[in-house]
Every structure is written in C-alpha cells, then in structure tokens.
C-alpha cells in the first residue's frame, strides 16, 4: 500500500480519518489561506484542499496526500474561525434561526503520476432559535473558538440544531470519509 499522508493539523480530522483504520502520516501544510477577491466560496474550499495536497506532495513522494479545507456559508458569506469568545457569541446570533451550509473542499493527490482528485461536498445545518443565554452557556461549555460557525457538531454543538441535511455527517467535522473512501479506491486504497 503506498504511504497516506493527511496535509493537516487537525486534531478534528485526524479523528475522522483515525475511523477508516488505515495507517497514515500527518503533514501540516505552510499555504496563505487568503480568499481571493471575487472567489465563491466553492472555489475557495476546492483552491485549498488541492494547494494543501500539492504543498505536502513535495516532502512525500510515492505518497498519497489528503488535503480538505472547509467553510460555513451563510447568504454566500463566509464564516471563519472565531478566535475570541465575542467573535463567536457574534456568529451564532447571526445564525440563529438560519441555514448555515458546510462546504468542505476534498482533494486525494497520488504522486506517483501528480494525478489530483477534488471534490466540494456540502452539508447544511438548520440552527434552532437561539436566545443570548443559550450562546453564552454553549460557548463556555464547548470553547468552540477554533471551529468554522463557532460550534462542534460532535459534541454539544448539537443541540443547536434543528436538523442537518447532507449525504455525510463527516463532512461537517471537515473530512467527508464517503467520498474519501472512494477517492482512495481510485489509487488502489481500501479500508476493507
């Protein structure tokens, strides 16, 4: 089997891929993950994702790189990381009551002969009315500051939903292992 590398240093992801019970690496990439003017945030997930696999590709060849980088859209605007508790508490009142869309940008790199697989694969969240109390009580509870939409779907998090609407819950932690799992078919990898 050739080597798996993860282009990423999250701790999120690697948990996901730690479920497919394959044996891989870690690389963080070193890319400016800068928006480009004009771009959708589409393009922006996929621009990622394959420019995480391409940067790590370099130190690993014979390898097989994932890349994925991930945003939550709400009205085509792109939600970040919060960094700070006022940030978050912020983001969720914006998104009370809303549909926030995940869209995770997948790319698999076999560098053996630089073919590059990407896929953009969306997943969307519909937030319960949330009054000021039940964000700040979440926010000290979870520490979320570090998540795009200020909340972790595999913990508390979830109890901010009314429902979720997609093909694959892993694709809202950030690694959608369905698509995953057959991107790496394609270069000869299976889980099973």
Do not use: W
């Amino acid at each position: 089997m050739q080597p798996l590398v993860l282009a990423s240093s999250s701790p999120y992801r690697r948990a996901l891929l730690d479920k497919l019970q394959l044996p891989y690496r870690c690389h963080s990439p070193n890319i400016d993950e800068s928006r480009h003017p004009g771009e959708t945030p589409q393009h922006l997930v996929m621009r990622l994702a394959e420019e995480k696999a391409r940067a790590v590709a370099i130190n690993h060849p014979g390898s097989i790189i994932i890349g994925s980088d991930q945003a939550a859209v709400l009205n085509e605007h792109v939600m970040g990381k919060p960094g700070s508790k006022e940030k978050a508490i912020q983001q969720l009142q914006q998104v009370s009551g809303k549909r926030v869309t995940f869209l995770t940008g997948l790319s698999v790199m076999d560098t053996r002969n630089t073919t590059i697989q990407t896929e953009v694969i969306p997943y969307h969240v519909y937030f319960r009315l949330l009054n000021t109390k039940m964000i700040e009580n979440y926010i000290d509870k979870e520490n979320p500051l570090d998540c795009a939409g200020s909340f972790k779907s595999e913990g508390l998090g979830i109890a901010l939903f009314e429902r979720l609407e997609g093909d694959d819950p892993n694709a809202l932690v950030g690694l959608p292992l369905i698509c995953l799992t057959s991107m790496l078919l394609n270069c000869g990898i299976s889980a099973i």
